[in-house]
């Protein structure tokens, strides 16, 4: 079975610098996806960035980044210029290629932007 | 984005009585939906898959007699909560997903459900 383990629980950054959330999963399978999903206090789920396991280069939406590492099974997300707005609970999330297509959630690292 | 509404956001009921949370997806067809249930400061736990037109697919450990999903359409799935008890107080998430290959689900605003 897929697992997904986020090891910070929380985080803590200064507004317009920069944090890195670790995500780390384990599969057995060569064709997935791998998503980063923002829960600010509204509890509103939103996507920030996904990423083929098939295509090498690092996803990019904006200030976020990702770094995935395949054979390490590891996928980071990194935010750049970091605003209060993105205070929030961030969740690493795999899904397979295959039918089931159900989504698998980390434990979630939460994320405080200091001003 | 695609865009899904849950309701109610927010419920209370008294222990022993039903309730129901639906699921819509407004601008598109939703052939599978989800349901999640997330207790305070924890993750995401899926309870089951529901495609349209069929029986739901509930996850290991999940009473389908005390959780009945219905995805009666290609744009709505609901939960009953079923002789509710204040163990069943949580936040019920809902998400969809098209047929098109999308690999993006879209999350309803959730539903926080108090039994007294």
């Known amino acids: 079975a897929q697992t997904v383990t986020q090891s910070q629980p929380e985080m803590s950054v200064q507004e317009a610098e920069t944090v890195t959330l670790s995500c780390t999963y384990d599969?057995?399978?060569?064709?997935?996806?791998l998503f980063w999903y923002k829960q600010p206090p509204s509890r509103q789920m939103i996507l920030v960035i996904r990423q083929e396991a098939y295509k090498q280069q690092n996803a990019t939406e904006n200030r976020f980044s990702v770094n995935f590492q395949k054979a390490a099974k590891s996928f980071s997300l990194k935010i750049s210029d970091s605003q209060l707005g993105d205070t929030a609970m961030y969740f690493c999330a795999f899904m397979s290629g295959g039918a089931t297509n159900k989504l698998i959630f980390g434990t979630g690292t939460l994320l405080a932007v200091q001003p | 984005g695609a865009v899904v509404s849950q309701h109610p956001s927010r419920v209370i009921c008294k222990s022993g009585t039903s309730v129901k949370i639906e699921c819509r997806s407004l601008?598109?067809?939703?052939?599978?939906m989800f349901w999640y249930r997330q207790f305070p400061k924890q993750s995401l736990m899926l309870m089951a898959t529901?495609?349209?037109?069929?029986?739901?697919?509930?996850e290991q450990g999940v009473e389908k007699d005390k959780f009945l999903i219905n995805h009666a359409s290609l744009t709505l799935s609901t939960l009953t909560v079923t002789s509710a008890h204040p163990e069943d107080s949580s936040f019920y998430i809902c998400s969809a997903r098209d047929g098109r290959g999308n690999t993006e689900a879209f999350f309803g605003q959730g539903t926080r459900l108090t039994v007294v």
């Open positions: 601008d598109f067809q939703a052939t599978t």
């Open positions: 529901s495609n349209e037109g069929s029986k739901a697919t509930y």
């Open positions: 599969t057995s399978e060569n064709n997935y996806y």
